[in-house]
């Protein structure tokens, strides 16, 4: 049987103070009690880009205004695959919160820990703490 291929965009917010914006998956879903970068699946007919400013709007409350990908990740779970869009998303209008009631935090990037994150995002997570310039 071939497996369901999930394409997802997901944001990571990044303010002047070297921090990014982190939301906590909830218990009862895929991956839930994860922490991840907002996002989520892109809808029939949209670009990676424009899922990322309309699932940014619905979950965290902020208006992209500027983004940059910044890395494209494959991943297999038993049951699905899914593509990861990874963009950089250092300017917003109005401030990140946890839209639908979900848990969030702004964390130093520096002190992202990769296993707290679901495995598809370790890589992403990997390259965000060892080069904390970027």
Not at 11 to 22: L, M, P, Q
Not at 31 to 59: C, D, H, S, V, Y
Not at 70 to 80: C, E, N, Q, V
Request: proline residues 5%; glycine residues 8%; negative net charge.
């Amino acid at each position: 049987m071939e497996k369901k291929h999930l394409h997802i965009a997901a944001g990571i917010i990044k303010n002047s103070n070297d921090e990014i914006f982190i939301t906590q998956r909830s218990a009862d879903s895929h991956m839930g009690g994860f922490w991840e970068f907002p996002g989520g699946k892109l809808e029939q007919g949209e670009t990676p880009e424009q899922a990322l400013i309309r699932e940014l709007k619905e979950e965290v409350g902020i208006t992209a205004t500027h983004s940059e990908m910044m890395d494209t990740i494959t991943h297999d779970f038993p049951d699905r695959r899914i593509t990861l869009y990874f963009f950089l998303v250092d300017e917003w209008k109005d401030e990140p919160f946890g839209k639908e009631g979900q848990p969030s935090r702004w964390v130093l990037q520096s002190k992202l820990i990769a296993d707290e994150f679901p495995p598809a995002n370790r890589s992403i997570v990997d390259l965000l703490t060892k080069d904390g310039s970027n």
